[in-house]
């Protein structure tokens, strides 16, 4: 009976760690996404103020 309890036990651990490196893994993508989506916006804002530049120059030499 006590086989059986320790059996039990190490099964309930290894669910737990189980459980636990999925939440990890799902916490890293998380924080990728987030990474992702900050440099996509960076990247956005260089080309938009790029873009602004090149018009502002291209007026500058029209005039």
Avoid: D, P
């Avoid at 990474?35 to 500058?60: D, M, P, R, T, Y």
């Amino acid at each position: 009976m006590a086989e059986m309890a320790e059996m039990v036990e190490m099964v309930e651990m290894v669910e737990m760690v189980e459980m636990v490196e999925i939440v990890e893994m799902n916490f890293r993508a998380y924080q990728n996404t987030w990474k992702l989506l900050a440099l996509l916006h960076g990247i956005s804002s260089f080309l938009s103020q790029l873009a602004f530049w090149a018009f502002v120059k291209l007026e500058n030499c029209q005039e």
